[in-house]
């Protein structure tokens, strides 16, 4: 098993829901990552997890809080989430923390904040 | 602060053509540089990963090459097809940056049959 799987594939919410997105990889990587992506733009890393254990955090709002219950699983939870929060949000995963190698990217979540 | 800069950001050729997608970047302290693929809405593709210590990386058509001393990565499609067209991402990892990737913009490129 050579992928990510990222659910749901689109989402639609209120700015009053809270919701989950989902990641899950079985590649036995160790590094697990959220982007998020705006239309036309480059994505822009929001969390890394490392080991399980929470690395990065590139000043994102608390609106939006991570998860890593296992090696395998990596959640997004969302709360009170704003119209510009719109987009499509990336996971990813590679071998190691510190890893060399390549960064493999789920297919995305589509988030649309009504 | 590293700032990727991919050039040109669009790109439209008929088929069968060579082409070439520049990537440049501030900082030459990189660890390593990533080209990616992504379709419209979906998620990223890598394509080739090229180490600081390498000069150049193939794939079938693809071959992507750095110059870390003047911050320059280029990807080279030859014979493109109708289904290249996509947007081409290039991301640089930093030295002791953990494994934080920089993107670059990204090119979109458009193949016409």
């Known amino acids: 098993d050579t992928e990510v799987t990222q659910t749901p594939k689109h989402l639609v919410m209120g700015m009053t829901n809270k919701k989950s997105l989902k990641c899950e990889q079985h590649?036995?990587?160790?590094?697990m990552y959220w982007y998020k992506q705006k239309a036309k733009k480059p994505p822009e890393l929001m969390f890394v997890y490392s080991y399980e254990k929470l690395s990065i955090n590139e000043s994102v709002p608390s609106r939006f809080s991570p998860e890593c219950p296992n090696s395998s699983l990596l959640n997004l939870h969302l709360h009170a989430l704003q119209p510009e929060d719109s987009a499509l949000y990336l996971c990813?995963?590679?071998?190691?923390?510190?890893?060399?190698?390549?960064?493999?990217f789920g297919p995305g979540t589509r988030l649309l904040v009504l | 602060k590293q700032e990727v800069t991919q050039i040109p950001a669009a790109l439209s050729v008929p088929e069968g053509e060579n082409l070439v997608l520049n990537c440049s970047f501030t900082d030459s302290a990189i660890y390593n540089l990533q080209w990616f693929r992504q379709d419209p809405g979906k998620g990223l593709t890598s394509l080739l990963l090229?180490?600081?210590?390498?000069r150049e990386q193939t794939s079938g058509r693809l071959n992507a090459s750095l110059d870390k001393s003047s911050g320059r990565s280029t990807l080279y499609i030859a014979a493109s097809q109708p289904g290249d067209s996509a947007t081409y991402l290039c991301a640089v990892k930093r030295n002791n940056a953990g494994n934080m990737l920089t993107f670059g913009g990204g090119t979109r490129l458009m193949v016409k049959p």
């Open positions: 990813a995963s590679s071998p190691r923390g510190r890893a060399e190698g390549t960064q493999y």
């Open positions: 090229i180490q600081s210590s390498q």
């Open positions: 590649m036995g990587h160790r590094a």
